[in-house]
């Protein structure tokens, strides 16, 4: 005969959670309550993740943005999705802090290179030049930034 199974506590769910990839605290909150977890029970669970060191919002929007601007995404796109996850503005300034110290913040290169794999070297007509700047804002590159690199 089997045993029945336990229901896992919200701690084991988020945990769960946290260990297929990072998260910030609302998203995981939000998840939990999602599976029926009680809104008090799921911020005590996301307190003790954080406080054991399992989420952390600075590790989460470093990490994020690390693998965004890897993407090919620029800095516009990055911060949106940032605050799309409910970070605050101290962890998004952190982590264009990060990548400005590992020099990852060099956007006009990024978008030079981005148009030089995806169009090539000749820009010179117009209709090519305003699909590569086009495309660079869709990525989230400044506009300052794309006539920089497109003039």
Do not use: N
């Amino acid at each position: 005969m089997a045993r029945p199974r336990k229901e896992p506590t919200a701690a084991q769910r988020a945990l769960g959670l946290l260990v297929r990839r990072e998260h910030s605290r609302p998203e995981l909150a939000r998840k939990l309550r999602a599976r029926g977890v009680p809104a008090d029970e799921a911020r005590v669970a996301v307190a003790q993740m954080a406080q054991a060191g399992w989420q952390d919002d600075a590790r989460f929007a470093c990490s994020l943005a690390r693998s965004r601007v890897a993407g090919g995404y620029g800095p516009l796109r990055i911060r949106i999705e940032l605050e799309s996850h409910g970070l605050d503005a101290a962890a998004i300034g952190a982590a264009f802090e990060a990548l400005a110290e590992t020099g990852d913040d060099d956007w006009a290169t990024r978008a030079r290179e981005l148009v030089r794999r995806r169009f090539g070297a000749d820009l010179d007509a117009p209709p090519v030049r305003r699909k590569a700047q086009d495309f660079l804002l869709r990525r989230g590159f400044e506009g300052d930034c794309v006539r920089l690199v497109i003039p």
